[in-house]
């Protein structure tokens, strides 16, 4: 039997806590801990609770199913049959095929003609209970089906899998009045697994139908990540609120983004959110760990073994925690060791170079800086030099600061597409600032040279938005970048200086080509936001 729950302060498990819906996933992922690393207990305690398990099916008219509490669970059966599949494919022992044959013929007499599953059969009644259906037992049973399948291709599971996996993409949600829709990680497993089907094309394996529910399911789960993934920044709790996911929260996302990505490695058509899908739930991996007991939280349990490694809420765990997690734990590490083949350790592409050399570019603003460079007494040889060495200046102290992008975010505890959310705004307000002042303002100017100081190094050149955007397009894409940036508007500065005079006909030229480059840093920064909130 398996216990439910496991009270920390207490150092021991809640008594009583029996759940035989738990027992299925319990017995699946001991059997995928034993499939990965042989010489662990994990094998023995799946095979005893298999016999334990096995021992209270109820059997009837050539299928056996789990009971639960006077009637006949759907879910816990699917879980149960997951479960001997991963044994079966483990070990190769079949000495429970029969079981196994048994336990599928369940499942497709609680499949309706439409696909939709039945969640009760009705001991008492002899019959299952019509017009019941749960929010995950539709998808555990198309997973478990699909599996049977997969194992065995000449039984009835694959056309009942089918069935299932249509219903769930195309009228589930309205036929059982989900709103909104149903965030279903066991039909994710469905789909990876369906994607593998040899009766299926090769080269589209999913129907269209299929593929449109992949994606609506890798958006809901995606909004998850986000979600969960702000409560980490410094502002989380104030935003997100104080209410923390379970380990289980964790895993079933994780579960979910690693069964849809090996359905987009399979179907071309998934292709564009294959790399969203991967950097989705290697973020959900890293949270879940974070979140994970340590040595340090375990040393004042009562019982530190039972605790290390686990993940609590309140002083308590149930199994599904453990099993989620480790689940998605394990799923993840082929997604982690794709990534690192394909783009190496960096991670994934970034905003391209010249998004971030128009946005740098605009934030320097060489017309809204030439305007502003004094000229009051100077000679034009004196002007031309102070925005030269004040541009340089400036630049170079912004060039410097950039360097700081990777210790500044590890220090901020912040990642890349975080900070270009909060740099994209930052200087969107710049732009629409910069578009709406009449010109720049009279600033005091030390004499001399040291105008190159003040004012044009600061505050004309080294501004709150052109800082946030160097150091994100460093952080992004290393010096090359904001170095070539800054380094052709220093250029343009110089430039503009030598030639146009900031009253007249030019001068009125230029203030114009400057509002026009702050809308133009506005259009840059809304695309950097966009990228950096479907990269969090």
């Given at each position: 039997a398996v216990l439910a729950e496991y009270d920390m302060s207490a150092g021991r498990p809640v008594a009583g806590e029996y759940s035989k819906y738990y027992t299925g996933e319990a017995y699946w992922a001991l059997a995928r801990m034993h499939r990965l690393f042989p010489d662990g207990p994990w094998g023995e305690a799946a095979d005893r609770g298999v016999e334990w398990t096995l021992d209270q099916l109820i059997e009837r008219d050539g299928w056996a199913a789990v009971p639960s509490y006077g009637s006949v669970s759907t879910g816990a059966t699917a879980l149960l049959l997951a479960g001997l599949v991963e044994r079966r494919l483990d070990t190769g022992d079949d000495r429970y095929d029969e079981q196994m044959d048994q336990l599928g013929r369940f499942l497709v007499a609680q499949t309706e003609p439409s696909g939709a599953v039945l969640a009760e059969y009705d001991l008492s009644a002899g019959r299952p209970v019509a017009g019941e259906y749960s929010k995950y037992y539709t998808g555990e049973a198309y997973w478990a089906l699909a599996r049977m399948h997969r194992l065995f291709p000449d039984g009835p599971w694959g056309e009942a899998a089918d069935r299932i996996g249509a219903y769930l993409a195309t009228r589930r949600d309205d036929a059982e009045d989900h709103w909104p829709p149903v965030p279903d990680h066991w039909?994710?497993?469905?789909?990876?697994?369906?994607?593998?089907?040899?009766?299926?094309?090769?080269?589209?394996?999913?129907?269209?139908?299929?593929?449109?529910?992949?994606?609506?399911?890798?958006?809901?789960?995606?909004?998850?990540?986000?979600?969960?993934?702000?409560?980490?920044?410094?502002?989380?709790?104030?935003?997100?609120?104080?209410?923390?996911?379970?380990?289980?929260?964790?895993?079933?996302?994780?579960?979910?983004?690693?069964?849809?990505?090996?359905?987009?490695?399979?179907?071309?058509?998934?292709?564009?959110?294959?790399?969203?899908?991967?950097?989705?739930?290697?973020?959900?991996?890293?949270?879940?760990?974070?979140?994970?007991?340590?040595?340090?939280?375990?040393?004042?349990?009562?019982?530190?073994?039972?605790?290390?490694?686990?993940?609590?809420?309140?002083?308590?765990?149930?199994?599904?925690?453990?099993?989620?997690?480790?689940?998605?734990?394990?799923?993840?590490?082929?997604?982690?060791?794709?990534?690192?083949?394909?783009?190496?350790?960096?991670?994934?592409?970034?905003?391209?170079?010249?998004?971030?050399?128009?946005?740098?570019?605009?934030?320097?603003?060489?017309?809204?800086?030439?305007?502003?460079?004094?000229?009051?007494?100077?000679?034009?040889?004196?002007?031309?030099?102070?925005?030269?060495?004040?541009?340089?200046?400036?630049?170079?102290?912004?060039?410097?600061?950039?360097?700081?992008?990777?210790?500044?975010?590890?220090?901020?505890?912040?990642?890349?597409?975080?900070?270009?959310?909060?740099?994209?705004?930052?200087?969107?307000?710049?732009?629409?600032?910069?578009?709406?002042?009449?010109?720049?303002?009279?600033?005091?100017?030390?004499?001399?040279?040291?105008?190159?100081?003040?004012?044009?190094?600061?505050?004309?050149?080294?501004?709150?938005?052109?800082?946030?955007?160097?150091?994100?397009?460093?952080?992004d894409r290393g010096v090359p970048v904001p170095a070539a940036a800054l380094a052709a508007s220093v250029a343009g500065l110089v430039a503009l200086v030598a030639r146009v005079a900031p009253e007249g006909t030019g001068g009125r030229a230029v203030l114009w080509v400057a509002r026009g480059t702050a809308a133009a840093l506005i259009a840059a920064s809304v695309l950097l936001v966009l990228d950096g909130v479907y990269s969090v």
């Open positions: 039909a994710a497993y469905g789909l990876a697994e369906t994607v593998e089907f040899e009766d299926r094309d090769a080269e589209r394996p999913l129907t269209d139908a299929e593929v449109a529910y992949a994606r609506r399911q890798a958006g809901l789960f995606g909004a998850q990540v986000r979600w969960v993934g702000q409560r980490f920044g410094p502002w989380g709790l104030l935003v997100r609120g104080p209410q923390a996911p379970r380990g289980g929260g964790y895993g079933v996302v994780g579960e979910a983004l690693t069964g849809l990505w090996r359905a987009s490695e399979a179907d071309p058509r998934l292709a564009d959110i294959r790399r969203p899908l991967a950097e989705r739930a290697m973020c959900i991996a890293g949270l879940a760990i974070a979140k994970q007991s340590s040595a340090a939280d375990a040393s004042s349990a009562p019982a530190p073994d039972k605790v290390r490694g686990a993940w609590f809420r309140d002083g308590e765990t149930r199994m599904d925690d453990q099993q989620h997690a480790l689940a998605a734990l394990l799923r993840t590490v082929a997604i982690v060791e794709a990534q690192d083949e394909a783009h190496g350790p960096s991670g994934g592409p970034a905003p391209s170079a010249w998004l971030w050399l128009a946005a740098l570019v605009a934030a320097f603003n060489p017309c809204w800086v030439a305007l502003g460079v004094p000229r009051a007494g100077r000679s034009r040889r004196e002007v031309v030099t102070i925005a030269a060495l004040g541009g340089a200046g400036g630049a170079l102290a912004v060039l410097v600061t950039s360097l700081l992008s990777g210790p500044l975010l590890d220090v901020l505890d912040v990642t890349t597409p975080a900070f270009r959310i909060a740099a994209g705004v930052v200087a969107a307000v710049a732009g629409a600032v910069t578009l709406v002042r009449p010109r720049p303002a009279r600033e005091p100017a030390l004499a001399g040279r040291r105008a190159a100081l003040v004012p044009v190094a600061v505050p004309l050149v080294v501004r709150p938005a052109l800082v946030f955007l160097a150091l994100s397009a460093h952080a």
